[in-house]
């Protein structure tokens, strides 16, 4: 089993504002559901409200909250220590953290893999942060784009990451 984070990101790292996406790029949500279908997703809760309590369909849901009830279609666990066990493990699956910033801060430190789409669209009054990727812990294995987006005419780059091993 592998880790892999996955986020849209703008310039600064900026990730959310006001507790939703500060852009709408069609080309990314293509991305990321080809990516995530048929996986696991796991999110915090204020991710989780900004999907507006629904369940991404065909993917088994994963909340994290402290405080957060039961809802259906998905499982809550009240802190990211349940993923330890995944680290490691020899199973093929990849487990995947779709945000948002508190999550990603958290879990950055275990993941094996990132996917990362780069947006140039300018965000005024961004709230939401990517953790820094260190290229001293993360190789780039995978770079495509430049593509434009047709709906909202950003240009987006998709990347991958995966943790830099000593040989
Ligand atoms: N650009 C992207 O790719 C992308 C992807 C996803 C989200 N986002 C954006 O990111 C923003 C949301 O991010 P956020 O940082 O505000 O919140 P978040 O990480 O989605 O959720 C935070 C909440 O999740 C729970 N949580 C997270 N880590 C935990 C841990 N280790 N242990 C226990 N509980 C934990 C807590 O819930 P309780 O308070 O209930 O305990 C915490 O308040 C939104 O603007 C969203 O649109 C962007």
């Known amino acids: 089993m ?28 293509k991305h990321f559901k080809k990516i995530t279908v048929g996986h696991t997703v796991v999110m915090g809760r204020r991710t989780w409200e900004s999907l507006g309590c629904k369940p991404l369909p065909n993917r088994r849901n994963i909340v994290i909250s402290g405080s957060m009830p039961l ?10 220590g349940f993923l330890e066990q995944y680290r490691g493990n020899s199973c093929e699956e990849e487990i995947f953290i779709i945000g948002g910033g508190q999550l990603y801060g958290k879990t950055i430190g275990i993941a094996d893999k990132l996917y990362i789409t780069e947006t140039d669209i300018p965000i005024e009054g961004a709230d939401t942060f990517f953790p820094k990727i260190d290229l001293k ?19 987006v780059v998709f990347k991958e990451y995966e943790r830099h091993r000593q040989h």
């Open 2 to 29: 592998s880790i892999s984070l996955i986020a849209a990101i703008g310039r600064n790292n900026v990730i959310g504002r006001d507790g939703g996406m500060p852009w709408h790029i069609s080309e990314d949500l």
């Open 71 to 80: 809802a259906s279609g998905i499982e809550v666990r009240h802190d990211a």
């Open 137 to 155: 812990e993360w190789d780039c294995v995978s770079n495509s784009g430049p593509i434009i987006d047709g709906k909202s005419g950003s240009t």
